[in-house]
């Protein structure tokens, strides 16, 4: 198949969509909390922002799964060959607030798809958008950036030096911590917690750790550090990954009235960065 027929057919995939349905249970919820080293709301609060992405969870069955973990693309997703999956980035505007305690619903869309040239091999972007309703009200709307790279030694290096924040929480990712993420998230990627897959397999050093932890850590710190905002926007993107078990920072600093620059920072470079805008 060409290139451009391989396009073509791939075209075909955008405007495809998925709707999950999902009770947001208050014991779910402390789960989450408990992974993410904080506290939960109660029913009937809101629910915090970037918390979402372990609800509304499609769980594939066992045999659908692919060696990585991932399940088989060809579904919802298109498929990638044999390409490794990582979540890139994404933007996302917060309307109002999930409740915990009550039933939502996701609607998922594949908006674009692209293929470009990288520095290690071909690279498939698919953006997915995402709307999070209650009761047929909008409370966020998301972009998600989704890649797809031949296989290739990771890029591990490379990143900006890290500059002091206004701001900055230590966070040790053990692999323990790293489980219990990927459980709330139903996340069955290897990378996240079989040592001898992601060494042998993907090449990197390493347990890697998961990009919408690290983005949920950044924001968590900002609203720790800014108890009197309110977020009503969030963009972040992945420029390397993050290995365990080294201890990595949340930090950030206001840039401007309703934004603020927020960034995770190992060993001195920068590994994942984002913009906050509130009120």
């Known amino acids: 198949m060409t290139q451009d027929a391989q396009q073509s057919n791939l075209s075909d995939w955008i405007g495809r969509q998925e709707v999950a349905q999902d009770f947001i249970n208050p014991s779910h919820v402390r789960k989450i909390a408990a992974s993410l080293e904080t506290s939960a709301p109660a029913a009937g609060q809101a629910l915090p922002p970037l918390w979402q992405w372990a609800l509304f969870i499609e769980p594939a069955p066992q045999d659908q799964l692919g060696q990585d973990g991932h399940p088989r693309r060809g579904g919802f997703l298109p498929p990638a060959d044999d390409r490794n999956r ?109 040592h001898p897959y992601v060494t042998q397999t993907e090449g990197y050093p390493g347990l890697v750790v998961h990009g919408p932890m690290i983005a949920t850590r950044l924001l968590q710190a900002f609203c720790q550090a800014n108890p009197d905002k309110t977020v009503t926007g969030f963009s972040f993107r992945g420029h390397r990954p993050l290995i365990a078990p080294a201890e990595f920072r949340a930090q950030g600093v206001i840039t401007e009235a309703g934004r603020a620059r927020v960034w995770a920072e190992q060993e001195g470079t920068v590994a994942q960065t984002a913009e906050v805008t509130f009120k």
Not at 111 to 117: F, G, L
Not at 141 to 152: F, K, L, T
């Open 86 to 194: 990582m979540w890139a980035g994404g933007r996302l505007q917060f309307h109002q607030p999930l409740l915990v305690g009550r039933d939502g619903e996701r609607i998922s869309t594949i908006s674009a798809i692209r293929e470009k040239q990288g520095s290690t091999g071909k690279l498939l972007f698919v953006t997915v958008t995402h709307e999070y309703k209650q009761d047929g009200q909008l409370c966020i709307h998301e972009e998600q950036d989704i890649v797809y790279r031949e296989p290739a030694a990771p890029k591990l290096g490379g990143t900006e030096a890290a500059q002091a924040g206004a701001w900055s929480e230590p966070i040790t990712p053990t692999s323990t911590l790293l489980f219990r993420y990927s459980a709330v998230t139903f996340n069955g990627h290897r990378i996240h917690y079989d």
